[in-house]
């Protein structure tokens, strides 16, 4: 509830906010699939240079623990980010280029998307090279890091998807704004 109403404050709008906010929700359920996939024993079960990939990201059935809850917090944050900057971006794009038709309102959407996709993607890779020590770590201890990391695997590989299902929503929300203001 805390982060709809700053994503509100952000952008003064409910419709905007809330497509946002779905980022949650996608977040929420790409870490527990990731979560029940490091359970599975086929999950990753190759090698790699001689490396099995379990056994490097000491793969196992992964227990609901405060560290694990934490690192939802965590992936929360990274998700509400990117729908952040892809609907700021939006919105700068429509105040800075009013439309009234679709083809106008389609145009501003893909130009925001291809103009966003990098830093969006950029954003994901730094996580993720970041995740690499904590997830490989070994020894007295790093199970608790480990923890954190497990939610963000699965969600960052569904999450420029989402961003894009969303672009949608928001041109489909300002074809439907445009059209109801028609006589």
Do not use: C
């Not at 490097?56 to 227990?63: G, S």
């Not at 560290?67 to 609907?87: P, Q």
């Not at 770590?137 to 923890?147: F, K, L």
């Amino acid at each position: 509830m805390i982060i709809f109403l700053i994503l509100y404050f952000q952008f003064r709008s409910v419709s905007t906010s809330l497509m946002v906010f779905t980022g949650i929700a996608v977040a929420f359920a790409g870490g527990f699939m990731m979560i029940w996939l490091y359970g599975q024993d086929w999950f990753l079960n190759i090698d790699i240079a001689g490396s099995n990939l379990r056994e490097l990201f000491q793969m196992h059935t992964v227990n609901l623990s405060v560290a694990v809850w934490v690192g939802f917090i965590a992936l929360f944050g990274i998700a509400t980010d990117d729908g952040v900057l892809m609907a700021t971006y939006l919105d700068q794009n429509f105040a800075a280029m009013p439309t009234e038709d679709r083809k106008g309102i389609r145009k501003a959407v893909v130009a925001a998307g291809k103009k966003r996709v990098r830093p969006a993607l950029m954003t994901t890779a730094t996580t993720l090279i970041a995740l690499l020590p904590v997830l490989t770590s070994t020894g007295r201890g790093a199970d608790i890091p480990g923890a954190h990391g497990h939610p963000f695997l699965r969600r960052h590989g569904r999450r420029h998807h989402h961003h894009f299902r969303r672009s949608r929503a928001v041109q489909a929300r300002m074809e439907w704004r445009t059209n109801r203001a028609k006589p």
